[in-house]
């Protein structure tokens, strides 16, 4: 209860920095204050739609309404927002300030999708702050969909990044305390956020996507999780919906689970009821007590589904420029 006040103070302390409106914590099937105008007969939302991962996604959806605002896309609101995240040292697991992994060194993971099938990722990827405008980079300036390791970071640099050291004096004194034990167990998902995953709908009705992370701490050199995985970690079809995921992402890996929450949209299922199937699939095959997955998505009518294995996993929805922080329902 306590690390719950802690939040609701911190998310209302950040709203009032941003000029948001007040963080209202809601069931994560709650009605969508859609209004008439947003479909213009089209069938699709068109007042701008967005949701982000955890506390932090206040800070990607506030700066992904001023893109569109400022007549940007459903992409340059994804890349940017989240950019803003891999930015921040206090964060502890995407960007700057990520946990490194066993060996002392920050390795990122992010892909983007947008709205045509077009798709970019960078896994393993060094030095470089942002990770998902690599991917991005990847995709409109290559023919490939993944780069990884060095040859990620080479692009990198052909492409303009300067190559900076990542890990923050907090972050290595976190990493030499882990050392004295050296326990590699990864825990629920809860106060030790991972992934910002964001989705959006632009005021056209396109929609993309984009995930970053830099993955568990303290995880085996060279491991990726799911985040840069097309269909894994993040999934757009512009006709049906978008799905990002959160958590453990082996069993997100294993399922294939944002590749499905789509899929089963596409098959007549709400999002809300996409991503509580995804999760069971997950539950089905898999030892959950000490696993977190959870899901967010929406369709091009402007619903939106989140739906996670245990208590604790919450994200932050945006329309028409007004944000409001939710508790994701849970199984367990």
Request: glycine share 12%.
């Amino acid at each position: 209860m306590l690390q719950r006040r802690a939040f609701i103070r911190r998310a209302a302390a950040m709203a009032a920095v941003l000029g948001l409106d007040p963080v209202r914590l809601l069931r994560a099937d709650a009605p969508l204050p859609l209004s008439n105008a947003g479909f213009n007969g089209t069938g699709r939302f068109r007042e701008g739609h967005m949701l982000s991962t955890w506390y932090h996604g206040m800070v990607s959806n506030e700066e992904g309404w001023k893109q569109m605002q400022a007549g940007g896309t459903a992409l340059d609101a994804v890349v940017e927002g989240t950019a803003l995240v891999e930015s921040d040292a206090t964060g502890t697991s995407v960007g700057l300030g990520g946990r490194p992994d066993r060996t002392g060194r920050v390795t990122l993971d992010a892909c983007v999708m947008g709205p045509q099938g077009d798709a970019g990722g960078v896994c393993f990827l060094e030095d470089i702050e942002h990770p998902v405008k690599v991917a991005r980079a990847v995709m409109e300036e290559t023919p490939h969909v993944l780069l990884a390791g060095d040859g990620a970071r080479d692009f990198a640099l052909a492409q303009g990044f300067e190559p900076r050291n990542l890990l923050t004096p907090e972050s290595k004194t976190a990493w030499e305390d882990w050392k004295k034990s050296a326990e590699y167990k990864p825990i629920i998902n809860v106060e030790n956020h991972d992934t910002i995953g964001m989705i959006a709908q632009d005021l056209d009705g396109n929609l993309a996507g984009a995930c970053t992370t830099s993955g568990l701490a303290y995880k085996l050199r060279g491991r990726v999780g799911d985040s840069p995985i097309i269909g894994a970690g993040l999934f757009v079809d512009n006709e049906i919906g978008a799905c990002t995921a959160t958590g453990l992402g082996e069993a997100v890996m294993k399922t294939l689970g944002s590749f499905l929450v789509v899929e089963l949209i596409r098959q007549g299922r709400s999002p809300q009821q996409a991503c509580e199937e995804a999760v069971d699939r997950i539950m089905r095959k898999m030892p959950v007590k000490d696993l977190q997955v959870g899901y967010l998505a929406m369709d091009t009518k402007g619903r939106s589904g989140s739906f996670a294995i245990h208590k604790g996993f919450n994200y932050a929805r945006t329309i028409a420029g007004q944000t409001e922080m939710i508790d994701a329902a849970y199984r367990s």
